[in-house]
T-cell receptor, first 112, second 113 residues
Framework: EAQVTQNPRYLITVTGKKLTVTCSQN?????MSWYRQDPGLGLRQIYY???????DKGDVPEGYKVSRKEKRNFPLILESPSPNQTSLYFC???????????FGPGTRLTVL | DQQVKQNSPSLSVQEGRISILNCDYT??????FLWYKKYPAEGPTFLIS?????DKNEDGRFTVFLNKSAKHLSLHIVPSQPGDSAVYFC????????????FGDGTTLTVKP
C-alpha cells in the first residue's frame, strides 16, 4: 500500500530536549516536505527536499533541521524545542512532474 | 503576506444541497491549484486539481472553477453528503514545483443530514 508514515504520532517533551520526528514514504517520490498546522494559520511549509541531499527552506524554517540521506526518509529535527513549536506536523511526498502530495497521518507535538 | 486565502473559516449546508468553497490567491506565478480534504486525526488527502490553462475541472460530485483574471477558484460539491464534512484546504504551486506548495487556512465544511 502506497503510504507516508510518521513516528511518533504523539509526543510530549520539555523545552530544550532534542527530538526527531521520522518520515518515510514507499512510493519512490522525489519531493518531500514538512508542514506544521496551527489554528487559523493553515498548513505552513517548514522545509522541503527535491531529492537526496537537496533540501531548502520553506516559509517557517526557524528552529528546525532536516536531512535527506535516503530517498525514502526525511526526518525533522528540533535541536532545542521551545513551546512555540507546539503544533501538528505533517510530512508529505510527491513524484516528479506532479503537484499532488501524499500526506502522512500527522504528529502532534507538545513542548512544555 | 498570505498568498492563498480562504476567507470563510466554516460553512454549513444541508445534505443534498450544493456546497461552494472559495479560495483567492495573489501570486500570478501560480499555475496549478489543488484542493485537499482533511478528516480529524488524519493527514490531508488530495481531492481535485486544476491547471491554469483550464477554467473548470470535474470529478464526480466535485467541480473546481478557476477565474484567473479574478485570481479566484472555487470548489463545488453537488450533492453534498454528511461524509463530506471535513476541513478543505486550497493549495497553489508554480511551474509544477511539487516541493513548494502554498496552502490556505482551510474551510471547515459541515453537511447536516
Amino acid at each position: 500500500e502506497a503510504q507516508v508514515t510518521q513516528n511518533p504520532r504523539y509526543l510530549i517533551t520539555v523545552t530544550g530536549k532534542k527530538l526527531t520526528v521520522t518520515c518515510s514514504q514507499n512510493m519512490n517520490h522525489e519531493y518531500m516536505s514538512w508542514y506544521r498546522q496551527d489554528p487559523g494559520l493553515g498548513l505552513r511549509q517548514i522545509y522541503y527536499s527535491m531529492n537526496v541531499e537537496v533540501t531548502d527552506k520553506g516559509d517557517v524554517p526557524e528552529g528546525y533541521k532536516v536531512s535527506r540521506k535516503e530517498k525514502r526518509n526525511f526526518p525533522l529535527i528540533l535541536e532545542s524545542p521551545s513551546p512555540n513549536q507546539t503544533s501538528l506536523y505533517f510530512c508529505a511526498s510527491s513524484g516528479w512532474g506532479t503537484d499532488t502530495q501524499y500526506f502522512g497521518p500527522g504528529t502532534r507535538l507538545t513542548v512544555l | 503576506d498570505q498568498q492563498v486565502k480562504q476567507n470563510s473559516p466554516s460553512l454549513s449546508v444541508q445534505e443534498g444541497r450544493i456546497s461552494i468553497l472559495n479560495c483567492d490567491y495573489t501570486n500570478s506565478m501560480f499555475d496549478y491549484f489543488l484542493w485537499y480534504k482533511k478528516y480529524p486525526a488524519e493527514g490531508p488527502t488530495f481531492l481535485i486539481s486544476i491547471s491554469s490553462i483550464k477554467d473548470k475541472n470535474e470529478d464526480g460530485r466535485f467541480t473546481v472553477f478557476l477565474n484567473k483574471s479574478a485570481k479566484h477558484l472555487s470548489l463545488h460539491i453537488v450533492p453534498s453528503q454528511p461524509g463530506d464534512s471535513a476541513v478543505y484546504f486550497c493549495a497553489a504551486s508554480g511551474n509544477t514545483n511539487a516541493g513548494k506548495s502554498t496552502f490556505g487556512d482551510g474551510t471547515t465544511l459541515t453537511v447536516k443530514p
